[in-house]
């Protein structure tokens, strides 16, 4: 019980989007760190200027490490980044495997990790190996995706991390909640196992 609790605090950042509805999005932030001390995080994104986070002070660490899609079975709990298919199906671009007994952000909502992509989160039910890749029945409240995996997809497990594994030189992965002086702030950062960036 206490490590699901430590592992769901650790991916809630990725329910973020559904959880504040109308209210102004919170930041996601992807990018490498420059400087990182007890109290922020100073983050340089592909394009753009540095962006400053303030480190709350309960924020912890989750490890994005690649397994085979194998690992994702009938009853899996999965959020996947999809494009939406003119025929009503998804294709995915990474799909990030949650620990057993752990689900959040359940839904279907937009995302950003490319233009028009959306995340879905639910329970796996029927896995079947396709032409294109392994497709994936996914169910969620009020809805259900079919979701094509293709090969060359990265699939990862979201693992509790360190915070001395977070450092200058490692990408990362978070999302921030923007305070009433305007400043973020975030509780989790995401990394990826030996250096990758996480893939969401």
């Not at 009853?75 to 689900?103: C, W």
Request: proline share 9%.
């Amino acid at each position: 019980m206490k490590f699901r609790l430590q592992t769901a605090a650790l991916v809630l950042a990725l329910a973020c989007s559904t959880a504040f509805g109308a209210a102004p999005s919170p930041a996601r932030v992807r990018g490498v760190i420059t400087a990182i001390d007890a109290s922020k995080v100073i983050v340089q994104p592909k394009e753009g200027a540095p962006i400053t986070v303030t480190l709350a002070p309960e924020w912890r660490v989750s490890v994005t490490k690649p397994v085979s899609v194998d690992q994702i079975v009938p009853g899996s709990f999965v959020g996947t980044t999809e494009v939406p298919q003119d025929d009503g199906t998804g294709r995915s671009l990474e799909v990030h495997v949650f620990p057993p007994g752990v689900k959040v952000g359940e839904g279907h909502y937009a995302w950003d990790l490319r233009p028009g992509s959306m995340m879905t989160n639910g329970t796996v039910g029927k896995v079947v190996a396709g032409a294109h890749g392994r497709e994936l029945e996914i169910s969620y409240p009020n809805g259900q995706r079919k979701v094509t995996v293709p090969p060359s997809v990265p699939v990862v497990q979201i693992e509790p991390g360190k915070r001395e594994q977070v450092k200058t030189g490692i990408a990362v992965f978070l999302i921030a909640l923007s305070r009433a002086d305007g400043s973020l702030v975030t509780s989790s950062i995401s990394i990826g196992a030996n250096g990758e960036a996480p893939p969401m």
